[in-house]
């Protein structure tokens, strides 16, 4: 059996997370690139939370960025060594973040480890661990292991490490993903109804930094997986994150077909309707202005496409854009009058081949009804 460290040999299931692909490939690119995405996975290590819209395969590679140290950098006994002080660090870093400070006794441990049952249970697991992690050495010692016996134990430490990567990938992973899902749709509508109201929600840019951060959201209006392109983006400048006139505030890319969805953002006390006009109501100049803006964004971006997607970091197809208007509440300036209803229907279903008028009230509605959160 091969003594080579665990971490030297080649495992399709992290290949291609420690070097960038090879120049002129189809998945290339740039190593600024690169080295934001290793920074995000080593912030997700950290806390699951601080991605504003984590998927399945990233906390995937944090949870397994966690349990590296099974891949022991040098020697078995090395790696266990290295493993006993971390486990110990981590503990006395615990034990001061739960006291409040470093200087702590065995009383206040004590009194901690009776009050919260889940700090008691840590510390009886970690003090296990690094009894295990002691005991092993001395056992290698004390019985003669050789480095057949050594190198046996890291090919079963090895296959252990395998299958724990396969359970975490196919069973933890989406029970951890399901529960962050739930949970920032709960945040989403919590979100909602806190700011629908107040000054904050009054700026576009509050509901520009909100739906940025909730992609999922995007998805159902979209009607699929989408990535995000880019965020106000230029669409009548030679890229698109240069100078330019036309800046429409999302631009999405649908992940099966890759063609493009232009989303443009006011807010929910927009005007839907205008003033009285012979017994019904126009379209209000905040609504048909989106409307116009939005579809001169699509015919400036068909126009510079090329220029567009060549510069672009995630390529896209301008096949047949789609374009919607998010706008208004419909609950609060329409209501039960039934006069207003028909003359805002009508108008948004005549204008729907090419634009797609949504409400926030709709918006939100939609989503939390399809994700069951109310």
């Known amino acids: 059996m091969s003594d080579e460290p665990l971490n030297a040999r080649e495992d399709n299931s992290t290949a291609g997370l420690t070097s960038s692909p090879p120049e002129g490939s189809a998945n290339a690119f740039s190593e600024e690139d690169f080295f934001d995405a290793f920074v995000r996975r080593i912030k997700l290590s950290k806390d699951l939370r601080s991605g504003a819209s984590v998927t399945q395969e990233e906390i995937a590679q944090a949870i397994f960025a ?3 140290h099974m891949l022991f950098p040098e020697t078995l006994l090395e790696g266990l060594e290295d493993l006993r002080t971390e486990v110990q660090e981590d503990l006395k870093a615990c034990i001061a973040d739960c006291v409040g400070h470093e200087n702590w006794t065995e009383g206040e441990l004590h009194d901690l480890r009776e009050r919260d049952p889940d700090f008691k249970n840590y510390c009886s697991d970690a003090l296990l661990a690094i009894r295990c992690l002691e005991a092993l050495p001395v056992f290698v010692d004390e019985h003669g292991v050789d480095e057949d016996g050594l190198s046996f134990a ?14 975490a990938r196919h069973d933890v992973v989406p029970l951890i993903f ?20 107040t000054a904050k929600g009054q700026q576009e840019s509050t509901w520009q930094d909100e739906l940025s951060k909730r992609k999922a959201i995007l998805e159902r209006v979209v009607g699929g997986k989408v990535l995000l392109i880019h965020e106000q983006a230029h669409v009548g400048a030679a890229k698109l994150s240069g100078a330019g006139e036309k800046i429409v505030d999302f631009m999405l890319q649908h992940s099966d077909t890759r063609d493009v969805t232009l989303i443009e953002i006011k807010t929910p006390r927009a005007k839907l309707l205008g003033s009285v006009y012979r017994g019904t109501y126009p379209l209000s100049s905040e609504v048909s202005g989106s409307v116009a803006q939005v ?14 997607s060549h510069s672009a970091k995630i390529q896209f197809e301008a096949y047949a854009p789609k374009c919607i208007v998010i706008t208004g509440h419909l609950t609060d300036e329409i209501g039960d009058d039934s006069v207003k209803a028909r003359a805002f229907e009508l108008q ?15 918006l939100y509605a939609q989503f939390a009804r399809f994700n069951v959160v109310y």
Not at 157 to 166: K, M
Request: aromatic share 10%; charged share 25%.
């Open 348 to 362: 948004r279903q005549a204008v729907s081949a090419n634009v797609s008028i949504i409400t926030f009230d709709e």
């Open 66 to 68: 966690k349990f590296d």
């Open 178 to 197: 399901r529960g962050l899902y739930a949970t920032d749709l709960r945040a989403a509508v919590d979100f909602w109804e806190s700011n629908r109201d």
């Open 154 to 167: 890291a090919q079963v430490i090895e296959a252990v490490s395998v299958v724990n990567r396969l359970k």
């Open 295 to 308: 579809l001169i964004q699509r015919a400036d971006l068909m126009h510079n496409f090329f220029q567009k």
